[in-house]
């Protein structure tokens, strides 16, 4: 790690650079720097970095950066070094690494890529982490100090320690002590190992255990201890860990499945389109974002009423053109369901597209919680989780207390005489079906950030469904909601040690005993309207 | 009416049974002669590939009539019918896999190829005996059953009806499925059973071979369409409708509605067996997909395509969406899905009899006869 | 609708007429192409129908092959296996076909094999795959293990520096195989037993969070650890999606996918997943006027900016134009013709060097270690000094060690026995190759 | 053939399917014997503490008001529902609890439904046909062969219910009351000892009631019935022991008279009636 020993002179030099304002010069160094970095061989590339990075440019970290996510280019004929500002399709904008001014588009076929490879993207990573040591934000730092861990080396231990003096923050300090602790105890120290001990962090836990087998019994043995206490707290951490994972799969069962749950379930259509309705939300989210490009955040907020409304429109069709004439014959209506399920998969097929769509995940829902070292929360599923809970907490209002829900449980239970009470029960099937489809909509809005928007997102999701509210019991929301946190919770705990095809099969083969147990489900329909 | 006594020779005395044994047995023959002496290039001739389709189709009519006799008579909506057809068919494909013998690129004389290339060492123990005929049989008729009557045994007790039961079917099948997919299970995982050699001592890739397939598969629709005409005309069919539509009369009247389902079931568990086993020579390979509850919901799109509880209705079902299939991808590859989507829609508003009922009708008109036909009750 | 499309349609009907002219009886040379259009594998086969439908066209407009016209004959066998083995009946016994290009997953070639081979007839199957198969009648054009998996094993072990690996897969022959292949290449090199995890996931699998958890417990053990996916299609959007929320990046632990392409890609968003490495024999991101070229075809032929290219469709690109040249070579579409003269035949590849057909009907392939980067296109590290020729038979497999394929007269054998100097091993030899 | 009738007839190998059915023993006691029978269903209580005894070859009329658990007891004496806590006896020596519906149903107890329920996809002879005594296991079943004897048995039969000319027509065709007669026919065909009639002259015109008192009435004696009925009139026409039910337990006993006297039963009862 060569390179980090420039790093001394690169803060140093800095600091002096930042100060003075650039002094432009007819002679530009940077252009020889970057022709020297274009032309090394694999060997070479270090110290060409170096020379970038210790040579104190205030542009050498935006070139790093450029070289580091493969924006460095060469122009073929001319050899001139180019920074590459678009890279997507087959013309290319670009610009002067030097003066930074456009030089609009041109062909890929006329650039040259400047090679790069992870190794030294790593390499980079520790330059511009120990660059951003200095920043102003104490989360920079620490993430900084953070990338540090396990990239020490003797050269870093000075600048580390200097950094360590005036540094405010605890959180950094932290991490800059355990990043040192970590280059420590490789170097056989006893006290570093006190210091990791607390840790949770992996690359803490990587340096004890290559003390573990390392040939230092002394060591060794202080290592183990230190092993042993994290293993405790990693106990408890991981089963945290194993109930969020159940929970955030069963909220995606149960957002999938609570539409079929009103479709089925409340009107006893028995819908198999319900999948692609799902589909037809996911790729409405998929619209948007071609809609708002550059805003994917807005776009997904935006397709959860359209998404909503999308499938809703969807739903009120099919009701209208197929499911109203087959009223009381809940079994054909799965047989033209169906029909329409090929078809809606096709029409997505042939109109969009058979590939995946892409649907990019907004800043704000990648990445994930951070509790401690150890347990973190995929944001994207956290979100997913609590939209789980808000639609079906909405739906249950709809269903108890406005007067669409009273309709509706006043038709399921006894057609003929909601009918002449004067309730237009067409137009209650007409709601209903539209409500169960939007909602499938807005799963399908949901499952977009956690899977394949495709044509066969649908069929992946429309088994599941149908055992979840089976299971649950047809015809109660609260059924649908415990059973499908339940399923999902059991799926992940089973799935460590059953892998992940059996922990399903044995879901199965439990939901078919306990139907047997309970043939009506969980939360079976009391009263004599459910006899028969 | 001189109808005979005995339940199995009722159905001969039916004029539907008669017409449909004659039109499959005409068809048997005729296929049979266009293909054997009509020469190659004449419009006439049906050509080996024709022949093997057409079996496959009645395959498929054979699963349509199972399913038919289950949810036609006794209003079982089975979505899991796939399972039985499948399981059929690995109990054929074990015995064809041990019948490769040390043909295989491995060339070892007891372990299917998979097993080699897998590294396992020895036979598991439930392909034992798969290498002789008359045992792989056995289990074609008794994987299914047993399947049936312990699942059926379970549901029926405990009384689980409707849709519960038609989703736990589902769950049945989906679970094999993921089962089958699975590599240890030993059954050749996502690739399931292929290559083929020969049957019997036929070597399957002859012609000759494939009508001789062809033909058992007739034949064994018309056992089966036999067999199913024969409960359903006995009282015991009866009984299995006043089950569909009354089930606590049927009780008070001292029937074990139970047992009854479970009879049927299991008969018609036995029959998809036959076919699958049959299905697998014809096609050349099985493997998981045959379980999917997608497929299983399609077979009883067949039966409501040709008219529930009619037999027959199932059988021309069965045979037509095929075919459909075969035509649409040919023609239209791309579009096809609308077509056989559009098709499912249309049936199920315009034709809710099915095609069956359309015949029905027209036979009410002439004359009018009171053959029990519940096509009212939903199960 | 493009100025260009509307001369190139001139030119090709210009050409097609003068074909015509010039062989007035000749019937056209008749191309089946036998790949999913609906289904779950629509997917990843639309695009290579369209590729060889383009490939055609481009024949036509050059006045075909030997002064006969291309006719593609396409069926849809909707990812549904058995029908696999039907439609090709139908595309040999009744349409006639002269070859056919198709196939995707091992199940739908393990289903067709037999037809094929029954009906003599000629199968070009351009994807990656297991090995462990030579058949006479079929031309492989995809990877085989030693073409694809064995290479950036290497790399990651020398260049990365890895010494602890996960091998996760989707539970089907060809991650099985693959990962078998490189366990015992790796216990070879000397990886202890510990430092390596096997697992597997059921096709189309979503829910990937204590998977990559797992995976990520397992690369804090000090030594640097990478993954090798064999994950197939549709599972790699959740799995990858789950990677970059998990926050495992690729600097602290490196996946290499060998089903991950441009096609993949182009259903995720690659922010996240920039560095992680997939390895092909071909990238469109090449920097090759060949490549170009095509690229600039495809997206004429597509009418869609955004269209990619990828690893499969080189290979139908290289395994048409073998099939061109063979027909020209042997002067007739006679099935049997062509196998012997197709074997030698060297046609140019897309990434600036040349592909041959070797005696075991497999190819020869340069072996391509790529990056993800931010615009979903793969940026290639690493590449073998030369082309690689395809293995039909694993060095790494017990029982297929001492097998070579040669379908060259005099031997013509798909599995000869080196050890017996037989063809076909025998059980004998099996128990021998246990050992 | 014959070998064929043979192998089809092989069903005597099933016995083990064979009910356990045994004489009921009337000698010393009622025919049904009901005592501390309670049943709630989620918190509500339809039969409380419910005592009653039908003596062999009497005729019961039950009256209450809605709700009053007429139907559950049925349920109950059919095996349909089971009781909380109590024990319902049927002679001295079968107990009721222990049973499941198709036991007590060939015990000889038949029961008609408050609304009609026969079998609409048959014709009337093959719903007559079902409810015939015989062997109702599997393969007896499936082997069956119309004997003549049935035949006129059930042509009696349907004199006796005069459905006769709607011998071979779809019962689902049939009129409201027609349904009502067919299902008691049924109940006629399975000779029980014990039947138990719910509301049988809903929607019935008057002379069709008066048929079905006759009917009803000439059954009493060889067989024991119990009637429950909401129409005054005809079990004033057929009544000589009534009991009235009222919120699951037994309010009053004894003639109609007596009954329709008891202060009680006029007020929770025949108040609300008129």
Not at chain 1, 392 to 406: E, N, P, Q, S, Y
Not at chain 3, 128 to 150: D, R
Request: aromatic letters at 8%.
């Amino acid at each position: 790690m060569g390179i980090l020993r420039s790093l001394t002179l690169l803060l140093i030099a800095l600091a002096s650079v930042l100060s003075l304002p650039a002094t432009a010069q007819d002679e530009d160094p940077g252009e020889q720097l970057l022709f020297n970095l274009a032309e090394a061989p694999a060997s070479k590339v270090e110290e060409a970095i170096n020379a970038i990075v210790s040579s104190g440019d205030e542009r050498a970290r935006g070139w790093i950066e450029a070289y580091g996510n493969n924006r460095l280019s060469r122009i073929k004929d001319t050899g001139q070094v180019v920074l590459v500002l678009n890279n997507r399709g087959r013309d290319w904008e670009i610009a002067n690494p030097l003066t930074g001014e456009n030089m609009g588009d041109m062909s890929r076929r006329e650039l040259d890529r400047v090679a790069i490879n992870n190794r030294i993207r790593g390499q980079l990573e520790g330059i511009l982490a120990m660059l951003d040591l200095n920043a102003a934000d104490p989360d920079v730092r620490e993430a900084s100090a953070q990338d540090m861990m396990g990239k020490v080396d003797a050269s870093l231990v000075a600048p580390l320690e200097a950094r360590l003096e005036q540094e405010g923050s605890a959180r950094v300090r932290n991490r800059i002590e355990e990043a040192l602790a970590i280059y420590r105890v490789g170097e056989g120290n006893l006290e570093a190992i006190d210091v990791l001990a607390g840790s949770l962090h992996p690359r803490a836990r990587a340096a004890l255990n290559e003390a573990v087998r390392g040939d230092n019994p002394a060591l060794a043995t202080k290592a183990k201890q230190a092993l042993g206490t994290i293993e405790q707290k990693l106990k408890l951490n991981r089963a945290a860990e194993t109930l969020y994972f159940g929970l955030s799969l069963g909220s995606v069962l149960v957002l999938a499945a609570i539409g079929l749950a009103i479709t089925f379930g409340v009107m006893g259509v028995i819908n198999m389109a319900h999948g692609e309705l799902i589909m037809l939300g996911a790729y409405t989210t998929w619209g948007m974002q071609q809609l708002f490009p550059g805003q994917p955040g807005l776009a997904l907020i935006l397709s959860i009423p359209t998404g909503f409304m999308v499938a809703a429109t969807a739903g009120i069709i099919i009701e209208r053109s197929v499911i109203q004439y087959l009223k009381g014959r809940p079994l054909e209506t799965l047989l033209a369901t169906f029909g329409i399920s090929l078809i809606l998969q096709q029409l997505v097929r042939t109109v969009i597209s058979p590939q995946n769509r892409t649907v990019v995940t907004p800043e704000w829902m990648s990445g994930s919680l951070v509790i401690n070292d150890a347990l973190s929360l995929t944001l994207n599923r956290l979100y997913v989780l609590a939209f789980a809970l808000v639609v079906f907490a909405t739906l249950m209002l709809i269903m108890r207390k406005t007067r669409l829900g009273l309709e509706v449980r006043a038709v399921t239970q006894n057609r003929n005489m909601a009918r002449s009470m004067g309730i237009r029960a067409t137009r209650v099937d007409i709601m209903t079906f539209a409500l169960g489809s939007g909602v499938a909509g807005l799963a399908g809005v949901a499952l977009s950030q956690l899977t394949n928007v495709g044509p066969n997102l649908g069929q992946n999701y429309i088994i599941d469904s149908f055992m979840v509210v089976v299971f649950g019991g047809v015809g109660n929301l609260w059924g649908t909601l415990i059973a499908g946190l339940s399923l999902g919770t059991i799926n992940q705990l089973l799935e460590p040690w059953a892998g992940a095809v059996l922990a399903k099969i044995i879901v199965l083969v439990f939901i078919i005993l306990f139907i047997q147990k309970r043939p009506k489900g969980l939360f079976p329909q009391k009263g004599r309207a459910a006899e028969g | 009416m001189a109808i005979s006594q005995n339940w199995l020779l009722r159905p001969f005395q039916e004029r539907s049974t008669q017409i449909f044994l004659g039109v499959l047995f005409a068809a048997l023959v005729v296929v049979t002669f266009l293909h054997l002496f009509m020469p190659q290039d004449s419009a006439l001739h049906v050509s080996a590939y024709t022949v093997t389709l057409l079996g496959k189709y009645l395959c498929y009519a054979l699963l349509a009539v199972a399913v038919d006799l289950v949810w036609g008579y006794l209003g079982i909506l089975s979505l899991g019918h796939g399972a039985f057809f499948a399981l059929g068919g690995y109990a054929m494909g074990m015995y064809l896999m041990r019948q490769i013998g040390d043909r295989g690129t491995y060339g070892d004389p007891i372990l299917p190829d998979f097993m080699v290339f897998l590294n396992w060492d020895e036979l598991p123990w439930y392909w034992l005996g798969f290498d002789m005929a008359w045992f792989a049989f056995i289990m074609v008729l008794l994987a299914p059953g047993i399947l049936a009557l312990v699942f059926g045994f379970l549901a029926f007790r405990s009384r689980v009806t409707g849709v519960y039961l038609s989703i736990i079917t589902q769950a049945l099948t989906f679970a094999l499925m993921l089962a089958f997919f699975r590599n240890e299970m030993g059954f050749g995982g996502n690739n399931g059973l292929t290559d083929f050699r020969d049957i019997l001592g036929f070597n399957l890739r002859t012609d000759a071979t494939r009508l001789g397939l062809f033909i058992a598969t007739g034949i064994a629709l018309a056992i089966g369409y036999v067999i199913c005409r024969a409960i359903v005309t006995s009282k015991l069919g009866r009984v299995s409708i006043a089950c569909r539509d009354a089930e606590a009369r049927t009780r008070f009247l001292g029937y074990r509605v139970e047992r009854v389902q479970l009879f049927v079931f299991v008969v018609s568990a036995m029959l998809a067996g036959v076919a699958g086993a049959l299905y697998v020579p014809q096609v050349g390979i099985i493997n998981p997909s045959e379980f999917s509850p997608l497929f299983s919901i399609e077979i009883v799109v067949w039966v409501a395509l040709g008219g529930r509880a009619t037999l027959y209705g199932a059988v021309i079902g069965a045979i037509l969406v095929n075919y459909a299939k075969t035509v649409f991808t040919g023609v239209m590859p791309d579009a096809w899905l609308f077509a056989l989507g559009g098709l499912f829609v249309l049936v199920t508003v315009f034709l809710p009899k099915g095609i069956a009922g359309l015949l029905q009708k027209r036979r009410k008109a002439k004359t009018d006869d009171d053959t029990p036909t519940g096509q009212e009750a939903t199960a | 609708m493009t100025i260009k499309k509307h001369v190139k349609i001139g030119l090709s009907a210009l050409a097609l007429s003068v074909s015509l002219n010039a062989m007035a009886d000749e019937h056209p040379i008749k191309v089946g192409i036998l790949h999913s259009l609906s289904g779950t594998m629509a997917i990843s086969e639309t695009v290579l129908k369209d590729t060889v439908e383009m490939l055609i066209e481009q024949q036509n407009a050059k006045g075909g092959v030997l002064g006969r016209e291309l006719e593609a004959v396409v069926v849809d066998p909707a990812s549904d296996w058995p029908l696999f083995a039907e439609k090709a009946r139908e595309l040999l016994a009744q349409e006639k076909v002269d070859v056919i290009f198709g196939n995707w997953t091992s199940v739908s070639r393990k289903s067709v094999l037999p037809v094929v081979e029954e009906l003599n007839g000629l199968l070009f199957y351009p994807v990656q795959y297991e090995g462990e198969e030579s058949s006479e009648n079929v031309f492989y054009t995809g990877a085989a293990p030693n073409q694809q998996a064995i290479p950036a094993v290497n790399y990651l072990m020398n260049e990365i520096g890895v010494e602890r690996w996960v091998l996760a897969g989707t539970d089907y022959v060809y991650p099985r195989t693959t990962n078998k292949i490189l366990e015992t290449y790796l216990m070879d090199m000397g990886v202890a037993k510990e430092d390596i995890m096997i697992n597997y996931t059921p096709f189309g699998h979503s829910d990937w969070q204590n998977i990559v958890s797992d995976i990520k417990r397992f690369g804090s053990a000090g030594k640097k650890t990478a993954v090798v996916s064999t994950i197939n299609g549709d599972a790699n959007v959740p799995f990858y999606r789950e990677l970059g929320n998990q926050g495992i990046a690729a600097s602290d632990i490196p996946v290499v996918a060998f089903s991950v392409g441009e096609q993949e890609l182009s259903g995720i968003d690659t922010g996240p997943l920039v560095g992680h490495l997939a390895a092909w024999n071909y990238f469109m991101s090449v920097d090759s006027d060949a490549n170009y070229d095509f690229i600039d075809q495809w997206i004429e032929h597509t009418g869609n900016d955004e269209a990619v290219t990828n690893d499969p469709m080189e290979a139908h690109y290289i395994g048409f134009n073998m099939y061109i040249e063979a027909v020209k070579k042997a002067g007739t579409t006679d099935v049997d013709a062509v196998k012997d003269a197709i074997i030698g035949v060297t046609v140019p590849n897309l990434t600036g060097g040349y592909a041959a057909m070797m005696p075991n009907h497999h190819i020869t392939k340069p072996v391509l270690i790529g990056e993800i980067q931010d615009n979903g296109q793969f940026s290639v590290v690493w590449e073998t000094p030369s082309t690689v020729a395809g293995d039909a038979w694993s060095d790494y497999l017990p029982g297929s060690r001492d097998l070579i394929a040669d379908w060259r007269k005099p031997m013509s054998c798909g599995t000869f026995n080196t050890k017996t100097g037989s063809c076909g091993a025998s059980a004998g030899e099996m128990a021998a190759a246990d050992e | 053939m014959s070998m064929l009738e043979q192998l089809t007839h092989r069903d005597r190998v099933f016995d083990f399917l064979a009910p356990v059915a045994s004489p009921v023993d009337v000698r010393h006691g009622p025919i049904l014997y009901m005592e501390g029978v309670n049943v709630s269903f989620d918190g509500f209580k339809a039969i409380n503490n419910l005592n009653l005894t039908v003596d062999d070859g009497e005729l019961r009329c039950i009256i209450g008001p809605n709700g009053a658990g007429k139907t559950t007891m049925m349920d109950i004496i059919t095996g349909k529902t089971r009781p909380d806590t109590g024990s319902v006896w049927f002679g001295s020596r079968h107990n009721l609890l222990t049973k499941n519906e198709p036991d007590i149903a060939s015990l000889g107890i038949g029961r008609k439904f408050q609304k009609p329920t026969v079998f609409e996809a048959l014709t009337v002879f093959e719903n007559l046909e079902l409810a015939m005594a015989t062997d109702k296991r599997i393969l007896p079943t499936l082997t069956a062969i119309m004997k003549p004897e049935y035949r006129d048995r059930i042509d009696e039969v349907l004199q006796t219910i005069g459905l006769q000319k709607l011998r071979d027509k779809l019962a689902g065709i049939l009129s409201h009351g027609q349904k009502q007669w067919l299902e008691i026919g049924m109940l006629l065909m399975q000779k029980p000892r014990l039947l138990l009639v719910d509301e049988p002259v809903a929607g019935m015109t008057e002379q069709e009631m008066e048929r079905t008192a006759e009917l009803l009435t000439s059954l009493a004696g060889k067989q024991s019935v119990v009637v429950v009925e909401h129409d005054m009139g005809f079990v004033r026409s057929i009544a000589r022991q009534v009991t009235v039910l009222h919120q699951g337990s037994v309010l009053a006993e004894g003639t109609m008279d007596q009954v329709s006297n008891d202060p009680e039963v006029i007020k929770v009862y025949l108040g609300e009636e008129e």
